[in-house]
Each structure stands twice: as C-alpha cells, then as structure tokens.
C-alpha cells in the first residue's frame, strides 16, 4: 500500500508537467466515511479516475502499481490510446522497443472492432498499443484481414481475427493480460502478486517437486494444456520442495502421499477441484479444464483426518470423512 502510495506520487509528479489539467489527490476514507460509502471503496489502496467533472461512475485502475504504468494509463484514458502506424519501418520500431507490443491491422480507422482495439489498449498499459490501416504494414506481416497481433520480443506469438460486431473486449483484454506472464507461471511471493493482477478467474495449479526425475516432461505436458486454455485458465506451478509454499499446500490440504497434485481454484466463488486422473498428462488436464469450463467440474470438498478423540465428549467432532457417515 505504501508502495503503490509512493509510485501514485510520483506518477503526478510527472503528469503535473506534460498534462497539468489532471489533477491528483489523496483521500484517507478512514475519516471519510461518507467518501467511503459513496464510492463504494471495498479495497485499500482505490484509484478511481474522475471524468468531466462527475462523480458518477469514476473509472477503476486496478493492477497498476508503477508509476510508469499509471501514467500510461492516465494518458489512454484522456487522450488517444494507440499510437497510429504509417510504415513498416514505424511497426518494427515498436516491436523491438519493448518485450511485448500489440498491433492491430485494420481496412479502415472505425468499426467496431477498431472501437474494441482501442477500449482494450486502454485497459492494458503494460504494453504498447498501435493501429495502422497501411496495406503495406498488412502486407509486410502477411496480414489480410483485420486483425489483432500480439509480439514478443520481436516475433508474432499471437493472432486474433477482429470481425465488427462479434468481439468480446472482456475475453480480449484477459487474453492480452495473460502475456505479461510466462505460459506457465512459478508461484513465489515475487509472482504471487502478478498473478492476480491477470484478470482471470480461473487458476490451474500443478502441486510437484522441481527435482524429481519425471518433472521435465510433467512439466512440459502442463505448458502444453496452458498454451491451449490461454486466457481462460491461469496456469499455475507450485514446487512442492519449497518449504515457503507451506501455506498453500495447507490451504488446498494436500500431502506428500497426493504429489503431484492438480487443482483449479475459482477466485469468484473460492470453489477448488481435483483432477479426476492421477496422471499429469496433456490429455487428462485437458479433459480436465474442458469439463470445468463446461460446468461439469464437481467441487473437491477435502477433509481434515478424523481426530482420535472425536468421540470422547458428549458433543462430537465432525470433518467431512466423517460427516455423512455420523449425521445421516
């Protein structure tokens, strides 16, 4: 919190001078509580963005913790939020500047595909956003419709096809999102907060050790089934010989005797599921994703182990091994 405080400060600082109509301030709402309750702050810290002057509906920034990244999105939102391209030469220039870039190649400059590209630009400052209606760029990057590229150091590692009317900017802006992270991410507590800045709702997560001898090729199994679930699933790994991941082995009740362990945790709902099949395989965890996405997943309500003296006092202890069996 005092970190985010500290890269805010500093991002006004420098929008004081380049766009000194925005202004910036501080609210404490431990004292405002009428602020509080008005603009239905729940987390701590809220960046809320205020338009024309209205106190209705103010913009949320969420996941932005440095100062560059919030100065972006500050810009998208009160200016233009691509960058037009006119040449190759312009394109390549912004491929290569950063590791990732999104370029979208469109006929014309509107549409509603074009309106979509621009809304998600403006969600995702992470990255560099441009447009161009060149059909020398197009042809350059043998493009023919138009279309959505995202670039990662310097080559196309994703292409979707905008068609007016049909786009999803939700399922877009995730998508986009989730190549701020490698494919597969390690959780540590350098990452952990990354993770959740991803918009998505879904995590996968693979519970193994690092230096047992099958994990190279468990491994590229799961990076497998996450290039497939890309954007809809957060994939996920945990080693299981990293004594600091204590807690989340303790959070999803897992032993030595279940490594390797699969689970999704929905963040919405807090609903955890096993993988049915013992066997990490890209098959099993796509049948696996495919039936928790389709609705089919059931829960995994996991147990503690019965304690001995369960039965000892006249009021009886329950956990789920023993629940159905004691109460019904």
């Not at 103010?58 to 972006?72: H, L, W």
């Not at 493009?143 to 080559?155: A, E, H, N, P, W």
């Not at 590229?220 to 989340?248: C, H, P, Q, W």
Request: proline share 5%.
């Amino acid at each position: 919190s005092q970190n985010l405080s500290k890269e805010f400060t500093e991002a006004a600082r420098q929008l004081k001078k380049e766009a000194p109509r925005i202004q910036f301030g501080k609210i404490d709402v431990t004292d405002q509580h009428d602020l509080r309750k008005e603009f239905n702050i729940q987390h701590f810290p809220a960046v809320k963005l205020f338009v024309n002057g209205s106190r209705k509906d103010p913009i949320d920034c969420k996941g932005v913790r440095e100062a560059s990244t919030f100065i972006t999105w500050v810009k998208r939102r009160t200016g233009p939020s691509t960058v037009l391209i006119n040449s190759t030469a312009q394109a390549e220039a912004m491929i290569n500047a950063e590791d990732l870039a999104v370029i979208g190649f469109f006929k014309e400059l509107h549409g509603d595909s074009v309106d979509v590209f621009c809304e998600i630009a403006k969600e995702v400052p992470e990255m560099p956003f441009g447009m161009t209606t060149s059909e020398e760029v197009s042809a350059s990057y043998a493009i023919q419709k138009s279309t959505l590229v995202v670039f990662k150091k310097g080559k196309p590692v994703h292409n979707e096809v905008l068609e007016d009317g049909s786009q999803n900017k939700p399922d877009l802006t995730r998508l986009i999102k989730t190549f701020t992270l490698d494919l597969v991410t390690e959780y540590n507590l350098e990452t952990s907060m990354k993770i959740f800045d991803v918009p998505v709702e879904s995590h996968i997560l693979l519970f193994a050790p690092k230096s047992s001898q099958s994990f190279n090729m468990t491994y590229e199994d799961y990076k497998s089934a996450a290039a497939e679930f890309r954007g809809k699933i957060m994939f996920v790994f945990v080693d299981t010989n990293e004594t600091r991941n204590g807690r989340l082995f303790e959070y999803f009740r897992i032993t030595q005797a279940d490594i390797p362990a699969v689970r999704i945790l929905n963040l919405t709902s807090d609903a955890k599921y096993k993988m049915p099949a013992d066997e990490v395989t890209v098959e099993n965890l796509s049948h696996f994703c495919q039936n928790y996405l389709d609705g089919k997943a059931k829960p995994h309500l996991s147990s503690e182990e019965i304690p001995e003296d369960w039965d000892k006092l006249p009021v009886k202890i329950l956990v789920g091994k023993n629940f159905n069996r004691i109460v019904f």
